[in-house]
């Protein structure tokens, strides 16, 4: 599976934006999908896992309540859907699909996007 992010950029605090990753090559379906994010100096942590087979969603606590993880398994697309960002959220955010494990261990996650830039200016 190959992973491919888009939709990060520059915005005001309290603004949204959406963040999308198209996957093309093997089967999209099979796999759970999340996304994952690496602030400058900090470890790359989970933000949101969704469930290929039920649609079932994760959040981290720090996201919980302002952002929403999709997918649309026919179109081979995952989404982050971003509100009332905060300077914290600023980060690179990647998308990543995994085979099994635990959701919010990134190294469950097999597949990688090459990551996408969000900015929150406060």
């Known amino acids: 599976v190959q992973l491919q992010a888009s939709g990060g950029g520059l915005v005001q605090a309290g603004g949204s934006l959406r963040l999308s990753c198209a996957a093309s090559g093997r089967t999209f379906s099979g796999y759970d999908m999340g996304w994952f994010r690496q602030a400058p100096g900090k470890e790359r942590e989970f933000v949101a896992f969704?469930?290929?087979?039920?649609?079932?969603?994760n959040y981290a606590d720090s996201v919980k309540g302002r952002f929403t993880i999709s997918r649309d398994n026919a179109q081979k697309m995952l989404y982050l859907q971003m509100n009332s960002l905060k300077a914290e959220d600023t980060a690179v955010y990647y998308c990543?699909?995994?085979?099994?494990?635990?959701?919010?261990?990134?190294?469950?996650?097999?597949?990688w996007g090459q990551g996408t830039l969000v900015t929150v200016s406060s």
């Open positions: 969704i469930s290929w087979s039920d649609g079932s969603t």
């Open positions: 990543a699909a995994t085979s099994g494990g635990s959701y919010y261990y990134h190294a469950s996650y097999r597949y």
